[in-house]
């Protein structure tokens, strides 16, 4: 332990240099009174200094404040704060409140965006959008709609508006945007519907477009230089992406990006992952000699230039994806000690199940294990860098929806996990107290048949029938919150939770872990040991991220309830076919004798 605190110190220090950031932006990440993104910084550890609310007294929480969003469906994201005001957002429509914390929480102002409801049924999980950023006195939303807004955030007036897709086609958005020095860089949604994944670099100042990068495509597409950006230590070489797809199917491949972002101003690099290629059946995808073919670059980690837009390095988690375990969950920078040796981590839990330990300089994969026990589609990563499958997943044919070209209308069953993963894009987060990352977890299995499918713009590419139930021979429930130690690739302690825990964690200095539940508990447990010190019920279910700030001199902890997602889709847009939702509706049908809908801030503190 004493190790990993010390290697917290240091990543603490590394982290810390705005000399390549956004000025504005590190300046108020560091200050603890605020939560000034959604991450809690650029290196996304979600994890405060501030201590009054602790181990001691946090069983003493009473509600403090409450404001109502007025908007249904699934409330991911937190609000930010700085300086007296707090700003929230909703799911679709993304109205955006500016709330004046100095005096009884009045709205200042209100943006409400006029969007086209056409696009609510091409978004594919809920009508999520996991927040809003802020630089320079502007907010950044990123409507559904794909329109990316900047809003002066003293009144709320619109500086400027700028298309980032089109719905017709399919694109949408539900992400946070990164700021890096004055770029505002975005991406796209969509991968069920043949959507070709990229990221964008707008200005911050014009909303002008600087560069789009990008995930699969030729090499001056995707940003990829044959010689200079690596894969696991080597030289990607010449259209790495192409040669890994059948003809011209990259161009509806997916590969599209609504997880969470990170920054090292050291490195200055940023790091997101990719989702899932296009269409979910396999066998429609494989090679002309009808063998499985990588799919590069998607369900992979990306490292590229915030300026240029150029990639670094890339790693790929999930070749030949059969399962729709999208990459596209957040990766946290930390400095760990990894067999003695000080390393610049990233850590990523992967939709597969597996986590991995990256040095994210230069993209050596240091770790990688499993961070559910019930994962069965692989039985590890091959870690022998003699190997020709060095970095792949050790594949369990059983379980495979592929079944050498023959997957089609066979029903495979009892893979774990299920399609949303062992971890969807609920944040984890790092506490330089222990080490540890603390991981809200899904315990899921799935039964998955792909079927044939074509393509038509604008209209749902997915060619595969899933039903979802927990994991068998376990604690029954769907759900664990775990810690973590990244350097060993093991679970320290585990949580069993009777639905997935679809929320994001926060740590902070008092020793604590906050987090929410599916059915609308809101919970605080010692990092220690997992112990709950701390439940509350919320009016909804809770898939939002906790947050903390302080006001008055005086910590407060915060959190949205509003139930959705694509866990809680059944309740949210009212469908009741089990195999509905991409297979969400059965498996958690159960969650509608928990709560209901409904979009509610609740903020806490000590009496």
């Known amino acids: 332990m004493r190790k990993l605190m010390f290697a917290a110190s240091v990543a603490a220090a590394a982290l810390a240099s705005p000399a390549l950031a956004n000025d504005d932006v590190a300046k108020n990440q560091a200050n603890p009174n605020f939560w000034a993104s959604q991450s809690g910084d650029y290196a996304a550890t979600r994890y405060s200094t501030l201590d009054q609310i602790n181990t001691s007294n946090v069983a003493d929480l009473k509600v403090a404040w409450t404001f109502s969003t007025g908007v249904l469906r699934g409330h991911e994201g937190s609000p930010l704060v700085i300086g007296d005001v707090m700003y929230l957002h909703t799911p679709f429509p993304n109205i955006v409140f500016a709330l004046n914390l100095a005096d009884e929480q009045k709205i200042i102002w209100k943006y409400e965006p006029k969007q086209d409801p056409s696009v609510i049924p091409v978004m594919c999980c809920d009508t999520v959008n996991r927040g809003l950023a802020y630089a320079d006195g502007k907010i950044i939303l990123q409507q559904a709609d794909t329109n990316v807004v900047a809003l002066d955030a003293k009144t709320g007036?619109?500086?400027?508006?700028?298309?980032?897709?089109?719905?017709?086609?399919?694109?949408?958005?539900?992400?946070t945007v990164l700021i890096v020095r004055d770029k505002v860089i975005t991406a796209i949604s969509g991968a069920e519907f043949g959507v070709r994944g990229y990221v964008t670099a707008y200005d911050l100042n014009s909303g002008k477009k600087v560069w789009r990068a990008y995930n699969i495509g030729p090499d001056n597409e995707i940003l990829?230089?044959?010689?200079?950006?690596?894969?696991?230590?080597?030289?990607?070489?010449?259209?790495?992406?192409?040669?890994?797809?059948?003809?011209?199917?990259?161009?509806i491949g997916g590969g599209t990006l609504w997880g969470g972002w990170s920054y090292d101003p050291e490195a200055d690099l940023f790091y997101y992952g990719s989702a899932n290629p296009s269409t979910w059946n396999p066998s429609q995808r494989a090679g002309a000699d009808g063998k499985p073919i990588d799919q590069k670059w998607t369900m992979a980690i990306i490292a590229r230039n915030p300026d240029t837009?150029?990639?670094?390095?890339?790693?790929?988690?999930?070749?030949?994806?059969?399962?729709?375990?999208?990459?596209?969950?957040?990766?946290?920078?930390?400095?760990?000690d990894i067999k003695g040796q000080k390393?610049?981590?990233?850590?990523?839990?992967?939709?597969n199940g597996f986590a991995y330990t990256l040095n994210r300089k230069n993209g050596e994969l240091l770790v990688a294990e499993k961070f559910d026990p019930v994962v069965n589609w692989a039985t590890g990563i091959d870690m022998d860098k003699a190997s020709p499958n060095y970095g792949r997943p050790i594949r369990v044919a059983k379980y495979s929806t592929f079944r050498d070209g023959k997957g089609a209308d066979v029903n495979t069953k009892g893979i774990c996990p299920a399609a949303l993963g062992s971890k969807d894009m609920q944040p984890a987060s790092f506490s330089k107290l222990t080490g540890l990352f603390?991981?809200?977890?899904?315990?899921?299995?799935?039964?998955?048949?792909?079927?044939?499918?074509?393509?038509?713009?604008?209209?749902p590419y997915v060619g595969a029938t899933l039903s979802m139930f927990p994991a068998p021979d376990s604690h029954g429930g769907m759900g664990n919150f775990i810690a973590w130690d990244a350097s060993q690739g093991k679970i320290v302690w585990s949580k069993p939770e009777q639905f997935s825990v679809w929320s994001g964690a926060l740590t902070t200095a008092g020793g604590v872990v906050f987090y929410g539940t599916l059915e609308g508990y809101f919970k605080a447990v010692d990092q220690k040991d997992g112990k709950e010190l701390f439940k509350f019920k919320t009016p909804s279910g809770i898939?939002?991220?906790?947050?903390?700030?302080?006001?008055?001199?005086?910590q407060y902890v915060g959190v949205m309830s509003g139930v959705g997602g694509w866990a809680g889709i059944g309740l949210?847009?009212?469908?009741?076919?089990?195999?509905?939702?991409?297979?969400?509706?059965?498996?958690?049908?159960?969650?509608?004798?928990?709560?209901?809908?409904?979009?509610?801030?609740?903020?806490?503190?000590?009496?």
């Not at 007036?157 to 992400?175: F, S």
């Not at 990829?224 to 011209?248: H, I, M, Q, R, Y």
């Not at 729709?324 to 920078?333: A, K, R, S």
């Not at 390393?343 to 939709?351: E, S």
């Open 157 to 175: 007036k619109e500086l400027w508006k700028v298309a980032n897709g089109d719905p017709k086609r399919g694109e949408t958005a539900t992400n």
């Open 343 to 351: 390393t610049p981590a990233l850590v990523h839990f992967d939709r």
């Open 224 to 251: 990829f230089d044959a010689e200079k950006t690596t894969s696991l230590g080597k030289p990607v070489g010449k259209d790495s992406s192409l040669k890994t797809w059948n003809g011209d199917q990259w161009k």
């Open 438 to 459: 603390y991981v809200p977890t899904n315990h899921v299995c799935m039964d998955y048949e792909p079927f044939k499918v074509s393509y038509t713009s604008g209209q």
């Open 572 to 607: 949210a847009a009212g469908l009741t076919n089990p195999n509905d939702g991409l297979g969400a509706v059965g498996g958690y049908a159960g969650l509608k004798q928990y709560t209901n809908l409904g979009g509610t801030l609740t903020v806490f503190s000590l009496p």
């Open 543 to 554: 898939i939002s991220n906790a947050m903390t700030y302080t006001h008055g001199g005086k």
């Open 309 to 336: 837009g150029v990639a670094s390095w890339a790693y790929q988690m999930t070749p030949f994806d059969e399962w729709d375990y999208d990459g596209v969950n957040e990766n946290i920078l930390v400095d760990l």
